[in-house]
């Protein structure tokens, strides 16, 4: 217990979860850790969950404000949104409650791209920051604390809180010391600099994080595992898929547009970005990196035996099995991994500096290249856009992948237009599902379109799309982008309608 908070000062502000909760008043803003289930704090929002459960039967509101790095996990946003304490909240989540009262209109969620939400916070659009609730790994005797197994949005909520609650938990481990980077060179504009990174693996600050420890009004042990589900394991879907990028990646090899070691890849959250990865292993490739910003299963695989030789990245989302890899070979991990705040790993300026390979899943994408990361049938949301437009419009090459049918074949991933619009057709240079890959660069609407039915829809849905593309073409006012805008989102109105997208 002594090692971990040797900052004599702040073992004395030692304080059960109940008492530190207790400094959270109604209504106010506090800043949390949390990325992809990685770091956040684990006792407070519990005991958090407890008083505004007990102020609600006396009839008094009590709701907050919850910002984070992204997805926690039940112990977070869980327990405060099955109480009613969260009306705000940002950015990417992915908690089963939370997301059921964001789609009953009960919780104002705002999405909004992670490599932003610092500056935001710093320009003052997210108002005042009364509280910083952070969970760390450790405190030094000069009060500087060695972060946990994310980074997220930390050093700006410990930077621009009033007070701050930490929580130790001592349960991370302690060869987390010394993976991290956390870059002080940020100003505002117009006094901002260039960020000096130009590999991956480049560390560009300190590998703690700093905080006036007068702010420190708390300090609450915990010793609990970040708790992660598993991830599918890759199915005859998710091979094909990563079939056809390595097909594609070995091409552009070919072609002298890329080199053997590709260029930094971005990997997204899910099963399929997961197993993709796995695919690349499997496909020979070596002496890769990654400057992405959630380090998975798969990654780590990589990363373990050398294919990824650095990995740049804000967090790890690791089920139980890969945290036991972790910790066992962590001397190595530290060798090979650097975590940044959010606002780096997920840089525009270094996203596009590096070339990023970007790699995300998504729900839908329409005949021209639109894609929608985020909504079911355009108003249900799912998790979030998380930091996937930050890669997709800044990277080198920026592919979605998917498979080409949900829920049984019930629905097609490929429609006439989105329902909802993440990332634009500006945005997209290709997009593969099991059935095959659509290279959409340097095409106009209207070839992007024959690419997309031919490549990627699904056989069932094919003719359907091939016939509402041909119509559109005779049919349509302007034939630039051509629809019929009255049929154009009919294909979701009848799934809502009959289950299923099938004429
Ligand atoms: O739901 O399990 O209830 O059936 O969406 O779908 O196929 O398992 O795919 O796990 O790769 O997730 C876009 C959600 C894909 C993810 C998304 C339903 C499907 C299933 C999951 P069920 P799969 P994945 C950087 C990058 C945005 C954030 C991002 C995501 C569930 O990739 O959240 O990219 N991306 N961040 O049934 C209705 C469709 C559907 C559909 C899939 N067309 N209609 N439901 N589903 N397609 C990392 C971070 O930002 C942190």
New binding site residues.
């Given amino acids: 217990t002594a090692t971990r908070i040797a900052h004599p000062a702040l073992a004395a502000r030692r304080m059960s979860a109940e008492e530190a909760a207790a400094l959270i008043a109604p209504g106010t803003t506090v800043g949390m850790s949390g990325?992809?289930g990685a770091g956040y704090p684990k006792a407070v929002p519990q005991a958090l969950a407890r008083h505004i459960l007990a102020a609600h039967g006396r009839g008094e509101p009590f709701a907050l404000r919850i910002l984070t790095g992204?997805?926690t996990a039940p112990e977070l946003d869980g327990a405060l949104a099955k109480v009613g304490g969260i009306e705000f909240r940002l950015p990417?989540q992915?908690d089963p409650e939370l997301r059921a009262r964001i789609n009953a209109g009960q919780i104002e969620y705002m999405d909004i791209h992670?490599g932003q939400v610092a500056q935001y916070a710093w320009f003052g659009f997210l108002g005042k920051i009364d509280t910083a609730l952070i969970e760390v790994a450790g405190i030094l005797p000069d009060g500087r604390l060695i972060p946990s197994t994310s980074v997220g949005n930390n050093k700006t909520w410990l930077d621009l809180a009033d007070q701050v609650i930490l929580e130790v938990n001592h349960r991370q481990p302690l060869g987390l010391d010394g993976m991290h980077d956390i870059y002080y060179g940020t100003a505002l504009p117009p006094h901002r600099k260039p960020i000096p990174l130009v590999h991956p693996g480049d560390r560009i600050g300190e590998p703690y994080l700093k905080v006036d420890p007068a702010k420190i009004k708390a300090v609450v042990e915990t010793d609990a595992p970040d708790r992660l589900g598993r991830f599918?394991p890759p199915d005859e879907t998710s091979r094909r898929i990563a079939g056809h990028l390595i097909e594609f990646l070995r091409h552009e090899i070919r072609m002298g547009r890329l080199g053997e070691h590709l260029l930094p890849l971005q990997s997204?959250?899910?099963?399929?970005?997961n197993a993709v990865l796995l695919g690349l292993r499997d496909g020979g490739f070596n002496q890769l990196t990654a400057f992405t910003?959630?380090i998975q299963d798969g990654m780590l695989e990589l990363i373990g035996e050398g294919v990824i030789e650095t990995a740049s990245a804000t967090a790890l989302s690791l089920s139980p099995e890969s945290v036991e890899r972790f910790v066992r070979d962590i001397d190595l991990y530290r060798r090979r991994i650097v975590l940044r705040p959010q606002e780096i790993s997920n840089h525009a300026e270094l996203v596009r500096r590096l070339g990023c390979i970007a790699i995300?899943?998504?729900?839908?994408a329409d005949l021209y290249g639109n894609v929608n990361?985020?909504h079911?049938?355009g108003t249900s949301i799912?998790?979030?856009?998380?930091?996937?437009g930050d890669?997709a419009r800044n990277g080198f090459l920026s592919c979605f992948v998917?498979?080409s049918t949900?829920?049984a074949g019930a629905?097609?991933?490929i429609v006439p237009m989105v329902s909802h619009v993440d990332h634009t057709e500006h945005d997209v240079a290709v997009i593969v599902t099991e059935q095959g890959l659509a290279d959409l660069r340097g095409l106009s609407p209207k070839q992007r379109a024959r690419q997309v039915i031919a490549h990627c829809a699904h056989p069932d849905y094919r003719p359907q799309l091939a016939d509402y593309f041909e119509r559109a073409l005779r049919e349509s006012r302007g034939k630039h982008t051509p629809h019929i805008l009255s049929e154009a989102l009919a294909w979701h109105q009848r799934y809502l309608d009959t289950g299923s997208m099938r004429l």
Avoid at 360 to 364: I, L, R
Avoid at 382 to 388: A, C, D, L, Y
Wanted: aromatic share 8%; proline share 2%.
């Fill in positions: 990325f992809t992204a997805s990417y992915s992670l599918a997204g959250v899910g099963n399929i970005a910003e959630v995300n899943g998504m729900v839908e990361s985020t079911v049938a799912i998790n979030g856009i998380g930091g996937s890669f998917t498979p949900a829920k629905i097609s991933a």
